[in-house]
């Protein structure tokens, strides 16, 4: 990969206007339009991207090498995914290293998934189709379009505020890191890492039923032995040999249908 | 039933859609039954299976990336159900849900097969074909839209007991095979982005994320924060060390 790309063109002017924000808004509704395995949001992050991209790099092996970096795997909540775009418009605005980029990437994807996972799947929803519900529930025609009216309310100010709110914080936090990108991209990688980590502990549901039967008595492979070693002792090792293969140059697709290979036979197997 | 079974199909698709992108949440049991029953001429059943189908996925949402039964023809073949065989709502979920369970597994199929068009992406990227990555995003929204049509389509046309005895003859170890594939396809993802940041000298926090949900069950933003304490820490006191020239980074190109 490009680490410590030099721009062909570093000159740094602010051409990002507010329609070009909201334009981004817009199309941050296409987020998982190309979803897949391999790469995830991916896609969908560059296509949102794509007009400030556009602005930002007039010289095309800079909009290449951009448009390159963005297409790395991504996956975050499609919501909230505006207050990042935010930031990373500010950043390549400014013509930021696409290393630091990267990381701030990756140091806020997780989090913020977290978040919204909380703020919208398990308070906005429940609550905007509870009231719904329990009005068509009675036949009440009102009540699947108080749900829509609820839950878009929130929703849009969500998506149209995180956008200009990461935009503003992206900008003044380039200005004072001016020269010092070298130890910022150093602490969004620690960052980085450290969520990397627990993404693989938190998001990897890989586990085992087994039960070993030794003279009587039942032993419970997953959480007698496995957890006893080592709690999530699995998606550790299965992200750890994805890597290993990917470091051989095995392609991506090749490990996805790896993975598909191994549920079947391990459910025909009952040993997954 | 031809036309209706086909506008059922259309609106299948458009809530497909709205599942993944858009997010207006029109995919929802509540609103979908409401149209559902507009299409086969029952409003009020439409209504009141929407929101019973509503009530049971409410807990069922993408938590941290996990696919639960598929909301969308759960709700629309569920409710179709519900009218067209004249049953209790509560009878008509009963087929509505392996059904959704199996629509999901063939979702796990199509994210599969979509993931070598990602390097057609990069080439396009790599072109500065703007058109091209916006043709594969659109490709993507019109896959979704005809596997949803066709996915509601067959059900409502061909009736429910064909429905039934379909999801009876597909085998468990297929549907819960891909579910279980489905789970584990995070860590290739996590892989790439390793093989992309990872240096020796980030090791230690890789490992501290790591033990941090897998043995204290942290929350991701929590964790977050420690790795923002730490980096912190490692920046003021570089600082204090080096006045002003950071130390030397050791690069190991192993990347």
């Not at chain 1, 560059?46 to 790099?57: C, D, E, F, W």
């Not at chain 2, 994210?111 to 990069?122: E, G, L, Q, R």
């Not at chain 2, 500065?128 to 389509?153: Q, S």
Request: proline share 4%.
């Amino acid at each position: 990969m490009e680490s410590n790309y030099t721009y062909k063109d570093p000159s740094t002017n602010n051409v990002i206007t507010k329609k070009d924000l909201n334009k981004m808004t817009w199309r941050s509704l296409f987020l998982q339009a190309s979803f897949n395995y391999e790469r995830m949001q991916a896609g969908g992050w560059l296509y949102g991207l794509l007009p400030g991209l556009k602005k930002i790099h007039k010289n095309k092996e800079d909009l290449s090498n951009s448009m390159n970096m963005h297409m790395e795997f991504f996956n975050t909540h499609p919501f909230l995914v505006t207050f990042i775009m935010g930031i990373v418009i500010a950043m390549e605005e400014r013509k930021e290293e696409p290393d630091t980029i990267r990381a701030v990437k990756v140091a806020t994807m997780g989090p913020l998934g977290g978040i919204g996972d909380a703020i919208c799947w398990l308070t906005l929803l429940p609550i905007a189709s509870g009231i719904g519900a329990s009005m068509a529930i009675k036949g009440n025609i009102a009540g699947p379009f108080i749900f829509l009216i609820i839950f878009n309310a929130i929703h849009f100010v969500l998506r149209f505020g995180l956008m200009n709110y990461g935009y503003s914080t992206g900008v003044s936090a380039v200005k004072q890191l001016g020269e010092q990108t070298k130890a910022f991209s150093r602490a969004a990688s620690i960052v980085g890492l450290t969520v990397v980590g627990a993404l693989v502990a938190s998001y990897i549901s890989l586990g085992t039923p087994v039960v070993i039967t030794a003279g009587g008595a039942d032993i419970k492979l997953q959480a007698e032995v496995l957890d006893q070693i080592m709690p999530k002792l699995l998606p550790a090792l299965y992200t750890f040999w994805m890597y290993k293969l990917l470091k051989k140059d095995y392609s991506p697709i090749v490990l996805i249908l790896l993975t598909v290979v191994i549920g079947i036979v391990g459910r025909l197997l009952t040993i997954l | 039933m031809l036309g209706k079974s086909l506008l059922i199909a259309l609106w299948a698709g458009i809530a497909g859609i709205d599942l993944f992108n858009g997010l207006f949440h029109i995919h929802r049991p509540v609103f979908t039954g409401m149209i559902v029953g507009l299409i086969l001429g029952d409003m009020k059943t439409g209504l009141i299976t929407g929101a019973t189908l509503e009530l049971i996925w409410m807990g069922a949402v993408p938590l941290a990336g996990a696919q639960p039964p598929n909301v969308v023809i759960g709700g629309i073949v569920g409710t179709a159900f519900a009218i067209l065989t004249k049953q209790d709502p509560k009878v008509a979920v009963g087929i509505a849900v392996p059904f959704a369970v199996a629509v999901q597994g063939a979702i796990t199929l199509i994210f599969t097969a979509f993931s070598p068009v990602m390097h057609k992406a990069d080439e396009y990227a790599k072109n500065t074909d703007i058109k091209g990555i916006e043709r594969i995003n659109y490709l993507g929204m019109l896959i979704l839209f005809i596997f949803y049509a066709i996915i509601a389509f067959l059900p409502v046309y061909f009736g429910a007991e064909a429905a039934e005895s379909v999801v009876a003859k597909m085998p468990e170890w297929l549907i819960g095979g891909l579910e279980v594939a489905g789970g584990i396809m995070p860590a290739i993802g996590f892989a790439m982005l390793l093989k992309i940041m990872y240096k020796k000298e980030y090791m230690a926090f890789l490992i501290i994320g790591f033990v941090l949900v897998a043995y204290f069950e942290l929350p991701i933003l929590g964790v977050a924060l420690l790795g923002l304490a730490i980096s912190l820490y490692d920046y003021y006191s570089n600082k204090i060390k080096g006045k002003g020239s950071h130390r030397k980074e050791a690069r190991t190109n192993g990347i």
